[in-house]
């Protein structure tokens, strides 16, 4: 059963949506935004018992008979500091109890005057407010809690030693609450607890607590907003997905589909493609492309070279078999000098047939890819063996190395000796000159023969090209040279312009110490 993998553009998509996902959902985890919501509670807490502080302070003093003035300017200001990552929930707070004593006359006068202010901001603010006296007393309630006890709570006991407290306290019971109600359906209560202060001196408590926004509340407020921004984040993810996504796959798809085509057969013109958006894509393109263009070259290259290797056969087959039959047929009523001429001509062409395969195989090793520590000849040594038995002189330096295997070498200096035997005549001179530039090894194998034509200079490289059939040529002596020569890094050319024929062999030079 055939896979479906997913194209780029969906990978892209996925990754897309997941990186606008995940800072989401981190908010999420840590808390954040439910966080934020309590700071807010809570600041707007403070700015409430601050205010109510001070009134009761106010009305305090006016029933002590002192001066209900402002106090001195002394800067205390205080921030939201509770945070649900940090801070633990803890439980509901205690019942208020009954006091050990009743509520300090003053308190309870001056609670009593700021109760209907209480109530009155209860209907906007829809916190819960209690004022207590230095134990603890309730002496101003939006509640029923008057005349009881408070010191038990913990917030109530700090603000009574003069250091304000926050914290967030489970509820009793959850309050159902639709997301555009007015009441608060998060399962915890802020609670901020102020001390009152007639100077240094502590004469109360003010306790607010209400129920901050839960995420659903918030979140129903801005929906339209979400709405539009979630819409606008999909369009930017889709949309880039997209850009990246057609500059990235739209080389690789072209180089892909000329690809598909070499391997079909097809004979294609391979094209350069437009570069992508990003270095990986053009190098992928780019390799693709030349692996495409090599396929059709070798393709190209085997459909040439099996034509050639055809023509070459079929005229020795030919003439074999001819030469078969006429022996099948008439051989009895044949003289012996007549079978004798059909048997050396059988034999001359199962000869040449000999030697094609031989040297198709030489050429095929040829362009065999070589590892590159090919080896190391001494050019005295590989021009002994391979002239040996012929008059052939040597100039230079005998004593240069090439890198190159001893074997080929000597491989492509007997290529060049056959082909002067070949084409020169039997009479012809040869003779190699042999010189060190730089990093190169330069041989030059020269005869004085009749030379080579323009029109046949073009093409003494070319596979199967002979001008010298007669002789035993097969037409991929040089060509065999020239692929031994190109894969030890070095090359072989024809020089123009010389009297005779010039060739020129050109290898690396192995270092001298």
């Known amino acids: 059963m055939r896979h479906h993998k997913p194209r780029i553009l969906a990978v892209l998509l996925l990754a897309n949506l997941a990186l606008l996902v995940l800072p989401l959902g981190g908010l999420w985890m840590l808390r954040l935004y439910e966080s934020a ?60 109890a009954a006091p050990d004593r009743p509520a300090d006359p003053l308190a309870r006068a001056a609670g009593a005057a700021i109760a209907p202010v209480l109530a009155e901001a209860q209907r906007v603010t829809l916190a819960a407010m209690r004022v207590t006296d230095q134990a603890g007393v ?39 609450a639709g997301a555009g109600s007015i009441s608060r359906a998060a399962p915890f209560r802020v609670f901020v607890a102020l001390p009152v202060q007639a100077g240094e001196r502590v004469i109360g408590a003010v306790l607010l607590s209400r129920t901050p926004s839960s995420l659903r509340q918030a979140l129903h407020g801005k929906r339209w907003e979400l709405a539009a921004l979630s819409l606008a984040m999909l369009v930017v993810a889709g949309g880039l997905a997209g850009f990246i996504a057609y ?44 692996m495409a263009e090599t396929l059709e070259r070798r393709a190209a ?66 362009e065999t890819p070589q590892p590159q520590d090919t080896g190391r000849a001494a050019i005295g040594d590989a021009f002994r063996d391979a002239a040996a038995g012929r008059d052939i002189a040597f100039a230079g330096d005998a004593t240069a190395e090439a890198a190159i295997a001893p074997e080929a070498l000597r491989s492509i200096l007997g290529i060049l000796f056959d082909n002067v035997r070949q084409h020169a005549g039997p009479q012809a001179r040869c003779a190699v000159a042999c010189r060190i530039e730089g990093d190169v090894v330069r041989i030059g194998v020269s005869d004085n023969g009749r030379g080579i034509s323009g029109a046949n200079a073009r093409r003494v490289f070319d596979r199967f090209f002979t001008t010298a059939r007669a002789a035993g040529g097969t037409g991929l002596g040089l060509a065999i040279a020239r692929s031994l020569a190109e894969a030890a890094g070095g090359g072989l050319d024809l020089l123009p312009g010389a009297p005779g024929a010039t060739f020129e062999l050109r290898l690396p030079a192995w270092p001298r110490r």
């Open 37 to 96: 919501l309590v700071r807010q509670t809570e600041t707007e807490l403070i700015s409430q018992a601050a205010i109510i502080a001070a009134a009761q302070r106010a009305a305090w003093l006016r029933e002590a008979g002192q001066d209900a003035a402002p106090q001195a300017i002394d800067w205390a200001p205080r921030f939201a500091s509770l945070d649900l990552a940090r801070d633990p929930i803890l439980p509901p707070p205690p019942d208020a």
């Open 301 to 366: 290259y085997i459909s040439d070279f099996a034509a050639a290797v055809s023509h070459e056969f079929k005229t020795p087959l030919a003439a074999l078999r001819g030469a078969l039959e006429l022996l099948q047929d008439h051989g009895p009523g044949m003289s012996a000098q007549e079978r004798a001429n059909f048997l050396a001509q059988c034999m001359e062409d199962v000869q040449r047939l000999d030697r094609l395969v031989t040297r198709l195989l030489d050429l095929a090793r040829a």
């Open 247 to 290: 500059t990235v796959s739209r080389p690789i798809r072209a180089v892909a589909d000329q690809a598909r085509a070499v391997a079909a057969g097809a004979r294609v013109e391979v094209r350069r493609v437009r570069r992508s958006a990003v270095r990986e894509a053009d190098e992928l393109a780019t390799a693709i492309a030349g």
């Open 138 to 176: 309730v002496v101003a309630s939006t509640g029923s809690e008057d005349g009881l006890s408070l010191r038990a709570l913990e917030e109530v006991a700090a603000a009574l030693a003069g250091q304000p407290a926050a914290r967030v306290r489970a509820r009793r019971e959850a309050v159902p």
